[in-house]
């Protein structure tokens, strides 16, 4: 039977023949009805060093009206439990609660009452897991599947915390911090946690030769993640010359740039973000895409583009190029993702790449928009790319840094003027 937020459930019931009871047990999935039904769920979710402890108590009530009148009750409840969870367990008052994972294969657990949930009664019980994290950054998401209840958030004083723009109320204890939230919260959208564990900050660093200059590059990290930060050093001293190749212009940036190893709030909830000045903030968890998009935007903010689909669209164009010498793989799945993604959602939200614009700051409520633009951009500047071709691309390039600011129709001018081709029907269909 289809039980709405929560996959499947069990019902049985009774029939009375004749004068006498004669119990045939039966498993219904067309009489009752589940929506009618009330589950609330009141959650805690505990930050501790590498791991979340996650406890929920779950309290179902049976309102199905097919049920009354001793007609049927119900044995049991699924509910999801996140896939990379650990040392799950669940009970009751009196005893350990039953359960076993989904053998459709998905991601929930069939909770079985020790029991009976006739008409208007109720069955709680409890449920504990644990989520593995970086022992630095906490980052998990909260999505609530019920009709009521409460999530309670507890960050050791260790931690700095950002959240979402949603209401909550805190209580500040004297090792620890207490979030409260309505369960309307996440209903809709989950919510996205990150809790930052307070270190000390380090760096490392290394001067890399480009065309045009010698460029030292900073790495600024949490002590604990050396590894991570030399990594990332090691990466950007490779990108850069990639990208001056594919872009067939110098390096336009600072002589001295810095990327800082970040939290969200600091990215603006973005994977990445680059600000222009010399100064890129980076996830811990980000992909080499993302610090290679980082790094084309030193470029992109050269050309002074007007229009964010042109930031974008060339800082993912050229993320792709070098992802092609670096990882075809990667570069491969980079590519057909935006484009899987462009094709998905063009008919939903068909809107013109002229005027398109993102939040300051990135949240849920708005991703499927958001990452739209940004796959419908790359779409367009490689569909510029492969009728241009490599060579007449880079001579565009350089005019585009040439010419102060660049709108939209100077942009299809430079286009035009070097291919020799008319760009209206292409452009017409994007902007």
Not at 146 to 151: A, E, H, I, M, T
Not at 167 to 174: Q, T, V
Not at 376 to 385: A, E, G, N, P, Q
Request: glycine letters at 6%.
């Amino acid at each position: 039977m289809e039980s709405g937020h929560y996959s499947f459930t069990n019902v049985v019931f009774y029939s009375i023949i004749a004068v006498f009871l004669f119990c045939v047990l039966a498993t219904s999935t067309a009489c009752a009805e589940w929506e009618q039904n009330e589950v609330e769920v009141n959650s805690v979710y505990e930050v501790g060093s590498g791991v979340v402890h996650v406890t929920k108590e779950i309290t179902f009530t049976n309102k199905d009206e097919n049920t009354r009148y001793w007609q049927g009750f119900y044995s049991s409840l699924n509910y999801p439990v996140p896939p990379d969870h650990s040392n799950l367990c669940s009970y009751d008052d009196s005893s350990e609660v039953s359960f076993k994972k989904a053998e459709d294969g998905g991601d929930y657990y069939i909770f079985t009452f020790n029991e009976d949930v006739w008409y208007g009664d109720s069955y709680t019980f409890t449920m504990e897991y644990d989520v593995r994290t970086d022992p630095i950054y906490t980052t998990f998401t909260i999505m609530e599947q019920s009709d009521s209840g409460k999530v309670e958030l507890i960050v050791p004083d260790n931690y700095e915390t950002y959240l979402e723009d949603v209401d909550y109320g805190k209580e500040n204890l004297h090792d620890r911090a207490i979030y409260t939230f309505g369960n309307a919260s996440f209903q809709e959208f989950p919510l996205r946690i990150d809790c930052v564990k307070k270190v000390d900050l380090m760096v490392t660093s290394k001067v890399v030769s480009l065309r045009g200059m010698n460029v030292n590059i900073s790495v600024e990290y949490r002590k604990g993640n050396y590894e991570w930060a030399q990594d990332v050093l090691d990466k950007t001293a490779t990108y850069l010359p990639l990208l001056e190749d594919v872009w067939g212009v110098p390096f336009p940036g600072n002589s001295n740039l810095i990327i800082r190893e970040s939290s969200i709030a600091e990215t603006k909830g973005y994977d990445g973000f680059n600000y222009g000045n010399g100064t890129i903030s980076l996830l811990h968890s980000a992909e080499d895409r993302v610090l290679i998009h980082e790094l084309s935007h030193s470029w992109t903010h050269a050309c002074n583009f007007e229009q964010l689909w042109m930031h974008e669209g060339y800082a993912n164009l050229y993320t792709f190029l070098v992802l092609k010498q670096t990882n075809p793989k990667k570069a491969l799945a980079m590519k057909s993702e935006l484009e899987r993604d462009y094709g998905k959602k063009e008919h939903q939200f068909a809107q013109a790449l002229d005027g398109w614009s993102i939040p300051d700051e990135y949240n849920t409520s708005s991703s499927e928009r958001i990452g739209y633009g940004y796959s419908k951009s790359f779409v367009f500047v490689s569909d510029i790319y492969e009728k241009v071709g490599i060579e007449r691309m880079q001579i565009a390039n350089r005019k585009l840094l040439a010419a102060g600011r660049v709108d939209t129709s100077g942009h299809i001018s430079i286009i035009e003027s070097v291919s020799g081709k008319d760009f209206d029907e292409t452009y017409s269909n994007f902007v």
